[in-house]
């Protein structure tokens, strides 16, 4: 009994907001920032995030359109 469970991904996050701090999660594999916590990775599936304070005010967002390359095909 008494099973030691990791402290889930949204204790850390409100931990870190009770301190003042604006956590958030980056994945180390595809790069991506993960918001809200999660365990896994939303964008390539991986579980190893690592946790980031962010700055403050003005946290970058680094949004990206979305990756639509239209597909032209050259007509001969
Ligand atoms: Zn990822």
Redesign the pocket.
Known sequence: MGERIGISPAAVYAEGLVGGRLRYQR?T????AVFFPRVV?P????ARLEWEDSAGSGWSTRRRPPAVVPVTTTSP
Request: include cysteine; aromatic fraction near 0%; proline fraction near 0%.
């Open positions: 994945c594999r595809c790069g991506h990775c964008h390539c599936g991986d």
